[in-house]
């Protein structure tokens, strides 16, 4: 694989470029904001791709750290301060105890679905002639309902791909460069997965080095990054391999399914469930910003 172009996911090693370090608008490391660490709180550490809820603050041997328990129950313990993403934003982790109470509470400014501050209204943005791909039209509308303020303001584009098996003569055919570049949300993207080969063989290509960036979440389908919890369930139903995965989550939910039209009114009303970016799993949130980071910041 060329330098520049790489495939992320968070099961395993990622380079760290400008589409990871949270630098879109100019942002600079003096300008993260501190963020107390809090129970309940899900950071990311941005070196690792590690991604956990924080179970508590622990001091030993002169420093404060705090633990994070992952998929699975697994715990790994990182001492606090810069390096992390919260809910796909660079942020600086400061002890709680040193954070004294302010007199009074803060306004909060107008935020995006995305959690973005939002901008007073200007005129439309030309859009760019770089791209974010996506599997699906599902994967699209998520996308736009979440993130759609914010890709309006930079000019960005979502397309649909219906599928990426033809990924690799998709990227040749857009031929990109430095002034159109393309990113790509893949699902699935797991190692030794298909998506993860067909994208390893796109990146090869003639023109991907730096200027194509192919990242994902591990889950089947998109649907399954909106929350349990959002709609009310404990977990995801578990489908049988070879059952029609959409059709088996609607029985699994007790929801129509008898064809096409109910996995339709099935997705909306998913989608229907999805306000802002604290309804989405961490492991989609920092790969959107990823990517959209990578489509905007220049340098």
């Known amino acids: 694989?060329?330098?520049?172009?790489?495939?992320?996911?968070?099961?395993?090693?990622?380079?760290?470029?400008?589409?990871?370090?949270?630098?879109?608008?100019?942002?600079?490391?003096?300008?993260?904001?501190?963020?107390?660490?809090?129970?309940?709180?899900?950071?990311?550490?941005?070196?690792?791709?590690?991604?956990?809820?924080?179970?508590?603050?622990?001091?030993?041997?002169?420093?404060?750290?705090?633990?994070?328990?992952?998929?699975?129950?697994?715990?790994?313990?990182?001492?606090?301060?810069?390096?992390?993403?919260?809910?796909?934003?660079?942020?600086?982790?400061?002890?709680?105890?040193?954070?004294?109470?302010?007199?009074?509470?803060?306004?909060?400014?107008?935020?995006?679905?995305?959690?973005?501050?939002?901008?007073?209204?200007?005129?439309?943005?030309?859009?760019?002639?770089?791209?974010?791909?996506?599997?699906?039209?599902?994967?699209?509308?998520?996308?736009?309902?979440?993130?759609?303020?914010?890709?309006?303001?930079?000019?960005?584009?979502?397309e649909p791909l219906g599928g990426i098996d033809d990924l690799v003569d998709a990227i040749r055919d857009f031929a990109p460069g430095p002034q159109r570049r393309l990113g790509v949300l893949v699902d699935h993207l797991v190692p030794g997965s298909k998506e993860s080969r067909i994208a390893q063989d796109a990146l090869r290509l003639p023109g991907a080095a730096r200027n194509v960036i192919v990242v994902g979440h591990p889950y089947v389908d998109v649907w399954q990054v909106i929350k349990p919890a959002v709609l009310g369930i404990d977990a995801w139903p578990v489908i049988a391999r070879g059952q029609d995965w959409k059709t088996g989550i609607l029985a699994g939910l007790g929801w129509p399914h008898a064809g096409q039209a109910d996995v339709a009114r099935g997705w909306q009303r998913l989608l229907g469930s999805v306000h802002t970016y604290t309804d989405l799993e961490p492991a989609l949130l920092g790969r959107v910003e990823e990517v959209i980071d990578f489509l905007t910041v220049t340098g």
Request: net charge positive; proline share 7%.
């Open 1 to 158: 694989m060329k330098p520049g172009g790489y495939v992320h996911n968070d099961w395993g090693p990622r380079e760290l470029t400008t589409a990871n370090t949270g630098r879109r608008s100019g942002r600079t490391r003096r300008d993260v904001p501190a963020v107390p660490a809090r129970r309940g709180l899900v950071f990311e550490d941005a070196t690792s791709g590690w991604v956990g809820e924080l179970l508590r603050v622990e001091r030993t041997a002169g420093m404060v750290v705090m633990v994070l328990e992952g998929r699975g129950g697994r715990t790994r313990t990182f001492p606090l301060g810069h390096g992390f993403l919260l809910e796909g934003r660079p942020v600086e982790i400061v002890d709680p105890a040193t954070v004294r109470p302010s007199t009074a509470a803060p306004v909060a400014p107008a935020r995006t679905a995305s959690g973005s501050v939002r901008t007073a209204p200007s005129r439309a943005r030309v859009a760019r002639a770089s791209r974010i791909w996506v599997e699906g039209k599902h994967d699209a509308e998520l996308v736009e309902k979440v993130w759609g303020d914010d890709l309006r303001e930079e000019g960005i584009v979502v």
